[in-house]
């Protein structure tokens, strides 16, 4: 089964000259016609038609396309939305003859599509997410106390020398006291490094050595002077 000229939207286009001038599409010799019959983007496809009957054609479609290749429509995860005159709920649409949930509204990557397709409705659904999302923080920030600030404490004179003095101390201490743990690791170090060489001291001259092969290639060397 293949689409008809029917299927789908027409949409029509230039390519020449600017965008947003309107009155250029009224120009047919000019312009051009395409047929489109789906969205895609990522791992998500979008079907465009104008009447129920085009939906379950495509649906059928896209549906025997998947199933030559082992995969399958997810029911749980394809709606449809419908734009009618006058308002009134759409004909189902199936797909191995389960229906496919209709919805007054999409919602993908955080943006909303209405019917009517107006931003009025997305804009109040933002406002209303944003609300959720910040109002808790809102609650937290004035409920809790708030910490006094620099220009607070410098209103009083006495208060600003204490807090100033205290705070140098505090950092001279932190300065001093790793500095001393900086020294004693150090000579941690050296009192380490000075008992591993005192085990390879050299019996003839005393000389301390590295290392067990240092020492040995050492000694080796009185054995050659002696002869």
Same mark, same amino acid.
């Given at each position: 089964m293949s689409p008809t000229p029917t299927d789908g939207i027409l949409i029509q286009y230039r390519l020449d000259g600017s965008i947003f001038n309107l009155r250029r599409i009224q120009t047919h010799?000019?312009?051009?016609?395409q047929q489109i019959l789906d969205l895609q983007y990522m791992d998500?496809? %979008?079907?465009?038609?104008?009447?129920?009957? *085009?939906?379950?054609?495509? $649906?059928?479609? $896209?549906? *025997?396309?998947?199933?030559? $290749? /082992?995969?399958? @429509?997810n029911t749980q995860k394809t709606e449809i939305i419908a734009?009618? =005159?006058?308002?009134?709920?759409?004909?189902p649409t199936f797909t191995d003859n389960v229906p496919l949930k209709v919805v007054p509204h999409f919602t993908y990557? /955080? %943006?909303?599509?209405?019917?009517t397709c107006s931003l009025d409705d997305e804009i109040h659904t933002r406002v209303n997410r944003a609300?959720?999302?910040?109002g808790p923080v809102y609650f937290r920030t004035t409920t809790s106390r708030p910490a006094p600030s620099l220009e607070t404490l410098a209103m009083d004179r006495s208060t600003w020398r204490s807090t100033c003095a205290s /705070? $140098?101390?505090?950092?001279?201490? *932190? @300065?001093?006291?790793?500095?001393?743990?900086?020294?004693t690791k150090r000579?941690?170090?050296?009192?380490? =490094?000075?008992l591993s060489? *005192?085990?390879? =001291?050299?019996?003839s001259c005393n000389r301390v050595c590295g290392s067990r092969i240092s020492l040995e290639s050492h000694m080796k060397w009185h054995r050659r002077q002696e002869r």
């Amino acid at each position: 089964m293949s689409p008809t000229p029917t299927d789908g939207i027409l949409i029509q286009y230039r390519l020449d000259g600017s965008i947003f001038n309107l009155r250029r599409i009224q120009t047919h010799t000019k312009t051009r016609t395409q047929q489109i019959l789906d969205l895609q983007y990522m791992d998500e496809c %979008a079907l465009l038609d104008h009447t129920p009957e *085009s939906m379950q054609r495509a $649906v059928k479609l $896209v549906s *025997s396309l998947y199933q030559s $290749v /082992g995969l399958k @429509i997810n029911t749980q995860k394809t709606e449809i939305i419908a734009q009618l =005159t006058p308002a009134s709920p759409p004909p189902p649409t199936f797909t191995d003859n389960v229906p496919l949930k209709v919805v007054p509204h999409f919602t993908y990557l /955080g %943006a909303s599509l209405f019917p009517t397709c107006s931003l009025d409705d997305e804009i109040h659904t933002r406002v209303n997410r944003a609300s959720i999302s910040f109002g808790p923080v809102y609650f937290r920030t004035t409920t809790s106390r708030p910490a006094p600030s620099l220009e607070t404490l410098a209103m009083d004179r006495s208060t600003w020398r204490s807090t100033c003095a205290s /705070g $140098v101390q505090q950092l001279e201490d *932190s @300065i001093t006291q790793r500095r001393c743990e900086r020294s004693t690791k150090r000579h941690q170090q050296a009192a380490w =490094t000075l008992l591993s060489n *005192s085990q390879h =001291t050299c019996p003839s001259c005393n000389r301390v050595c590295g290392s067990r092969i240092s020492l040995e290639s050492h000694m080796k060397w009185h054995r050659r002077q002696e002869r």
